[in-house]
């Protein structure tokens, strides 16, 4: 276990390699989709919004693998929170962000039902049905609905969306794709196992519960992805794509990273957990009132809003860990 002034150092550079790995494993992977000619939203909700993942499933897999399970619970719960807090609240001070209306009909309802399930199970486990960690069932049952929406999305796509086919990259690129996705894959998880370690040592550095960091540096480290990508989209006017991405993220967080780690490993709910799944499920319910009003738009209001109850939770998060 690595400890003293180099655990930040470590942590800072898996982070770093994280971020690295998870733009190289995009550009590779929505080029590997444009030669299949997969429609722009099915790359938005899967392979952009999987791509910009992959750092926190990369870090939390090998975080649970060594016996770390606050710090999967922290990273993915905190990573949610700052997709729908931090990320689409600056979002929306720079550009107001319109919302597709499918998006409204399916995927933002499922990320509302999912996180509130989640508070509801963790509730339950906390009061004897699992001793305080979510079970194998639960990580069963997370995977399969993330199977599920999956394919009813693929599938709802592709009948609404045939003609929207992304143009094929250039005339050779496919080499160069497999080498950006390859290499993205083998810095991430490069980066998983640096990011694991020092947040570990960096939490007993600062004598704070790894959960805290989870949910705090690791999560902000982690989500830096959906960040760049996010604020890219906005300045190209591509606001579909940026919340495509994030609602895709959160899908994917909650039903493939947490539900994975959870049927394979031992993800506890730690001290302050059920306070931080109230906070995620109140943003996933409020989002589907911000998407309706303002004709349909998240107003700059809005991500003034979500930006405050960003820094009330660090607020919160820091208050817990003196």
């Not at 722009?40 to 910009?52: D, E, M, R």
Request: with cysteine.
């Amino acid at each position: 276990m690595t400890t003293g002034p180099l655990a930040p150092l470590l942590l800072l550079g898996g982070l770093l390699l994280l971020v690295f790995g998870g733009r190289l494993l995009i550009d590779g992977a929505v080029g590997i989709a444009a030669r299949m000619r997969v429609p722009p939203l099915i790359v938005g909700l899967t392979v952009v919004a999987w791509g910009t993942s992959a750092p926190e499933l990369a870090f939390n897999a090998i975080a649970a693998s060594q016996g770390r399970g606050a710090l999967v619970f922290g990273n993915v719960v905190g990573a949610n929170i700052c997709n729908l807090a931090l990320i689409l609240g600056i979002a929306a001070l720079m550009r107001p962000i319109a919302v597709a209306s499918r998006l409204l009909r399916f995927e933002m309802p499922v990320v509302a039902v999912l996180q509130s399930t989640l508070l509801v199970v963790a509730l339950v486990r906390l009061g004897g049905g699992g001793g305080g960690s979510f079970t194998r069932i639960d990580g069963a049952a997370l995977l399969l609905a993330f199977l599920a929406v999956s394919v009813v999305t693929t599938l709802s796509v592709k009948r609404g969306g045939a003609d929207e086919a992304v143009a094929p990259p250039p005339h050779g690129a496919a080499p160069r794709d497999a080498a950006k996705t390859i290499s993205g894959l083998v810095l991430l998880g490069l980066g998983g196992a640096l990011a694991a370690e020092g947040a570990v040592g960096t939490a007993r550095l600062l004598g704070v519960p790894e959960s805290v960091v989870g949910l705090t540096i690791v999560a902000i480290g982690t989500t830096l992805p959906e960040l760049v990508t996010g604020i890219i989209a906005v300045r190209r006017g591509q606001v579909g794509l940026l919340v495509g991405n994030i609602v895709g993220s959160c899908i994917f967080n909650v039903g493939a990273i947490l539900g994975l780690c959870t049927l394979l490993w031992s993800v506890p709910i730690p001290e302050g957990g059920v306070g931080a799944l109230a906070v995620l499920t109140v943003l996933g319910v409020l989002l589907l009132p911000m998407s309706v009003t303002h004709d349909r738009r998240i107003a700059r209001v809005e991500g003034v809003l979500l930006l405050l109850v960003y820094g009330v939770f660090l607020a919160a998060q820091g208050i817990h860990a003196l």
